[in-house]
């Protein structure tokens, strides 16, 4: 599994890397979120399609590598520790995919809390919550989050916040 979660992490580079440097300045959002779905798709399929390739074939004389650390005991023996290097990139992905996660659960957690607190206005098709505290407005699903400062000295900001809504941001 870990070869598969390698290639797909490598070409997900190489792909956000070319959006980053051609298509990130592009005002051709819906294009942008279909090249980047598609591209994101394609990274996580490739890795899978099998290619026949020539196979090296390593001489007899050629030690098969072993990556483990090796431990020599009062005997004279040695032996393998039990902490290999596919168990140390095993956790650091489990580490570097968890943190994502936990940091886009605690978002989500923190917008629905803010969602709930504020004062609700029910409009055609959307809601606006106003909050107390000075936040930033932003737009979560059909939800418009607002400081009641913003709402009532500049009501532009709806406008703008109501074209991310209807163009699916």
């Known amino acids: 599994m870990m070869p598969y979660v390698?290639?797909?992490?490598?070409?997900?580079?190489?792909?956000?890397s070319f959006y980053l440097l051609f298509m990130r300045r592009t005002t051709f959002f819906g294009f942008n979120r279909g090249a980047l779905l598609l591209?994101?798709?394609?990274?996580?399929?490739?890795?899978?399609?099998?290619?026949?390739?020539?196979?090296?074939?390593?001489?007899?004389?050629?030690?098969?590598?072993?990556?483990?650390?090796?431990?020599?005991?009062?005997?004279?023996?040695?032996?393998?520790?039990?902490?290999?290097?596919?168990?140390?990139?095993?956790?650091?992905?489990?580490?570097?995919?968890?943190?994502?996660?936990?940091?886009?659960?605690?978002?989500?957690?923190?917008?629905?809390?803010?969602?709930?607190?504020?004062e609700i206005i029910r409009r055609n098709g959307y809601t606006i919550t106003l909050v107390e505290k000075d936040t930033p407005s932003f737009s979560f699903l059909r939800h418009i989050v607002i400081s009641r400062s913003d709402y009532e000295n500049y009501p532009a900001v709806i406008s703008h916040e109501l074209a991310h809504l209807d163009a699916h941001h």
Request: charged share 10%.
């Open 6 to 16: 390698i290639k797909c992490a490598a070409l997900l580079a190489l792909f956000y």
């Open 39 to 118: 591209g994101s798709a394609v990274c996580l399929l490739m890795p899978a399609i099998k290619i026949e390739s020539p196979s090296i074939i390593l001489p007899e004389y050629m030690p098969h590598l072993q990556i483990d650390a090796l431990t020599v005991t009062p005997d004279n023996s040695v032996t393998a520790s039990g902490i290999g290097f596919m168990d140390i990139v095993t956790v650091l992905y489990l580490i570097g995919a968890a943190v994502p996660l936990i940091v886009e659960a605690v978002s989500f957690f923190r917008t629905t809390e803010m969602l709930k607190s504020g």
